[in-house]
Every structure is written in C-alpha cells, then in structure tokens.
C-alpha cells in the first residue's frame, strides 16, 4: 500500500475519574494518534505511552518525536502490504516500542480495510465476544472503593483488579473479601514492593486472588521467580515483558504463570501475536492489558483478545467508564454479562469520529514521502 500521508495529533482528554496507580495520578490524558492514509482509507493508531515515564520509559513527550522524526518518515517511505512488515521497516530504532506500535496498529487496520475483513480475522482470532473485567484506581478511602466494585459488578464486569501499594493492600482485600467472598479478585502493584516486602507478599495468598500483577521491578525476572516458589498465588507480569523473547525467559524461570499483554508495551500487533503464541505453546494463559486508551486502542485491544490464548477477562471495559465522549462511533459498550460483542464489520470495527477529534486537537503534524524530483 502506498502511504500518502501520516497525520499525528496530540489531542487532550479529560478522564471522567482520576486514576490513581502506585506511581501517581492521571486527570488528563495527552492522547497520540496517527492517522496513516493510502489510496483513500484511513487507518487509525493511538500511542499508549503516558503523560510521564511512569509505567514505562515512553511519555507523550518522547513519542511525538520519535514519531515525526524516526518512525514517521520511515514507514512514509516505504509501501508496506502488511501490517506485519513495519518491525522490519522500524528495525534500526532501538526501543520506543509504544510509539513503533502506534503506526504498526494502524497499519493493520489499513490492511483489514483493504481486504474487507474485521481486523480481528485478519490477526486470527477466533471469538465472537471478549470478556471484561476491570482496573479499579487506588481511593480516598476504602469505603469509596467498596461502593465502586458494588456499581462494577452490577454492570457485569467478570474480574474486579485493585491497583495496590504498601499500606494500601491487604486490609483492603480483607474488606473486598469479607464483602464479597466469591468474586474473581486480583490485585496490580506496578513495581510498588522490593525483596523486603517478600513475607508481607506471601501474606496476599490468604484473598484467593486470580493473580499478583508485577509486584517486583519493572525489569526484572529472576526476583519474581524467587518469590512466585514462595507464593501459591499466580504472578503475572506487565512491565517486565517486552517481546517473544522476554515471555520465553519469564516462562522457563518461572516468573509467573500468567502474562499481560499490552500493544503499546510490546511494540504492536506482530510482537504481540508472538508472545502471545509462546505463552499459548507453554500453556500459560494471557489477558489483555489496558493503559487508559481513547476508543481507538481500545477498537485494537478487543480485537487483539479474540486470539485464541486470551482466556482471562481483560482491563478492556466500556468506553463510558473513561470518558464523557468518546472519539469512536459506536462507543464502546459492556454487555449485562461482561462482554463487549466483536463488531463483524471490516477493519477496526468502530468509526472515528474526525470532527471531535479535530476539535479537541492541541497539535498536529502532517508526514509525506520525499517527492523525488527529476
Ligand atoms: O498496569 O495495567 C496497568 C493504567 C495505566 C498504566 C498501567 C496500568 C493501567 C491500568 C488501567 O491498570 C487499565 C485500563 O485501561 O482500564
Ligand atoms: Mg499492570
């Protein structure tokens, strides 16, 4: 496909809640989108880097460039057929993967388009529905946070995760618990907890949770192997998993017995297909990671979790949930039962809606290929 254009746009969004994660709050979000056009389609991608290097080395700020200056111009020129070709074309960029994903996803989409198929199909998922769970912030109180699961679970999400923090974790599944003993719990400690806490982190197995998500470093292995032989509970890393190659060594060392996989955090649609089908091979189930998107990385995100291997509800929850106005059309919605409904429409399965992402656009750079004169 020839690439006629590459529009990034910064836009800003206000989240409808705060979120408050062990590294910090987020208010606002500074959303990345780049819109990639060929031969008259558009294809859609949204950077899930956030407005810090929190979660990862990526913000908003690091991106932006990366994109305009490196992966921006690469992609422009080059005629790529498959979303699948952009990791070569992205090769000699080291890192930056979330940016990288940004332009890979839309890449695909473009080739779903193309072929009139749902993205879903085109990347070989074999669902028809996803199911959700969601990611409950850290909270003022434990009284707001008990009233907070009560509202979710009646609109039917299927897995309740609570971001914890010392000082903000087993009273809190003591309370979760004695309320309601039965439901699918697991908790998110984004890196909070150090070898120290090794003891107090064995105490988490007294809550029947699902799983302890990336209680040790962000970029660390063999620490979390140490604590998942003292743990009955499953770890499942996030931040520590980057690539095939990553999932493979967690696996052996037995790191954990489930894996979060993000776009944005592995690099794109191909990276993401990989580990999940390491993960699948090794029979270690995965889920669907989120990082807060506007309705077009969610679009991707749902389609990503029809692989056959997403066997866990993911963070993927409706679009009201976050904002008081999504940029997609229809917004994304939950089921009574916790399920989002795969769009059987060709590519991403949930138009833009362009007007409202103009307006709410703070800047914007257009890319094209060199015209070579002569
Ligand atoms: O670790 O899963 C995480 C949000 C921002 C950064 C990291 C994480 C999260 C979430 C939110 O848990 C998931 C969502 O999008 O609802
Ligand atoms: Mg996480």
């Not at 899930?48 to 080395?57: I, N, V």
């Not at 994109?67 to 111009?73: I, R, T």
């Not at 890449?107 to 199909?121: C, F, H, K, T």
């Not at 809190?172 to 699918?184: A, K, L, Q, S």
Request: with cysteine; net charge negative.
């Amino acid at each position: 496909m020839k690439i006629d254009a590459i529009i990034l746009r910064e836009l800003r969004m206000p989240l409808v809640n705060p979120f408050e994660t062990s590294f910090g709050v987020t208010r606002e979000r500074r959303i990345l989108l780049a819109e990639v056009q060929s031969e008259g389609l558009s294809g859609w991608g949204e950077c899930t880097a956030g407005e810090h290097p929190y979660f990862s080395g990526e913000s908003t700020d690091t991106a932006w460039p990366i994109l305009l200056q490196e992966l921006g111009p690469l992609l422009a020129a080059e005629e790529p057929a498959h979303g699948g070709d952009c990791p070569k074309i992205f090769r000699r960029i080291r890192g930056n993967r979330m940016a990288k994903a940004t332009l890979e996803n839309a890449i695909w989409d473009l080739e779903a388009q193309r072929e009139g198929i749902p993205l879903a199909s085109l990347l070989g998922g074999v669902r028809t529905s996803i199911p959700c769970g969601v990611s409950l912030g850290i909270q003022p109180s434990i009284e707001e946070l008990l009233t907070l699961i009560e509202r979710e679970l009646a609109a039917g999400y299927l897995r309740i995760k609570l971001k914890c923090k010392p000082g903000w974790d087993v009273e809190v599944f003591e309370r979760v618990r004695h309320r309601w003993p039965g439901i699918v719990l697991s908790c998110d400690a984004n890196s909070a907890y150090r070898l120290g806490d090794a003891d107090h982190l064995v105490s988490f197995d007294a809550f029947d949770l699902l799983m302890i998500e990336q209680p040790l470093w962000s970029d660390d292995f063999f620490y979390h192997s140490m604590l998942q032989k003292r743990l009955e509970t499953p770890i499942c890393l996030d931040e520590s998993i980057h690539n095939r190659r990553d999932v493979l060594a967690a696996i052996e060392m037995g790191s954990c017995r489930i894996v979060n996989i993000k776009l944005g955090r592995v690099g794109g649609f191909s990276e993401a297909i990989a580990v999940h089908n390491a993960a699948q091979e090794r029979g270690i189930p995965v889920w669907c990671g989120g990082m807060l998107e506007t309705g077009i990385g969610r679009a991707h995100n749902i389609a990503l979790s029809t692989l056959e291997n997403f066997t866990l509800p993911g963070d993927i929850s409706a679009s009201a949930r976050y904002w008081a106005d999504d940029i997609v059309e229809p917004e994304v919605t939950v089921s009574s039962y916790g399920e989002i409904e795969i769009p059987d429409i060709p590519g991403r399965g949930y138009e833009v809606r362009t007007d409202l992402i103009e307006n709410l656009t703070v800047r914007k750079e257009t890319i094209r290929a060199l015209e070579l004169v002569g």
